[in-house]
């Protein structure tokens, strides 16, 4: 049933870093629709209805997040053999417009480090590590003191949201 194997994709989630919190968000709402329904019993219609009922409710955006759940899932269930095929993979996805990308002036970055006193100084090196390197906060969060190269002026980032390590000057 399509309740059994959402758990065990949320299993294998939870094992491959994956962003586990909005997946079981996404993942309730489909099942709310098609928990007793058997893995390949949901069809590309029932998946385009979902999708016109999401973009009801979200943005496109979010809309294509559930969906981009969903097709994980079951491109998972294809390469586990437990169906022929991935009832997503013709399901097309809302365009949308590409990220802004808003850079902090120099004068914006000094007063967001001055902003760092009293009960938010903790912030301040956070805040500059980020600043300096454009690091994600998971990544940040997750350094150690192994990983940085006092020497050689660089750290190694392993938490990374691809999975992939990246050495940062």
């Known amino acids: ?16 870093n994956r962003s586990i919190n909005q997946k079981i968000g996404h993942l309730r709402w489909f099942m709310n629709r098609w928990r007793h329904y058997k893995l390949d019993e949901v069809s590309t219609d029932m998946v385009q209805r979902a999708q016109n009922e999401l973009v009801k409710l979200h943005s496109q955006a979010t ?8 097709k994980h899932l079951y491109t998972l269930a294809v390469e586990r053999e437990l169906v022929l095929s991935n009832p997503v993979r013709r399901v097309k996805f809302f365009k949308e417009p590409p990220l802004e990308v808003n850079i902090l002036s120099e004068d914006e970055s ?10 938010l100084a903790h912030l301040r090196p956070v805040i500059v ?33 691809s999975g992939e390590d990246r050495e940062i000057p």
Not at 63 to 70: C, H, I, K, Q, V
Not at 140 to 150: A, F, R, T
């Open 110 to 119: 000094e007063r967001l480090v001055a902003a760092c006193v009293d009960r």
């Open 63 to 70: 809309s294509n997040r559930y969906l981009a759940t969903l």
């Open 1 to 16: 049933l399509m309740k059994d194997f959402a758990r065990e994709y949320l299993d294998w989630c939870r094992g491959h």
């Open 129 to 161: 590590c980020a600043l300096n390197t454009g690091m994600r906060i998971s990544e940040i969060l997750g350094l150690k003191w192994e990983k940085v190269n006092l020497k050689g002026r660089h750290l190694r980032a392993t938490e990374t949201k």
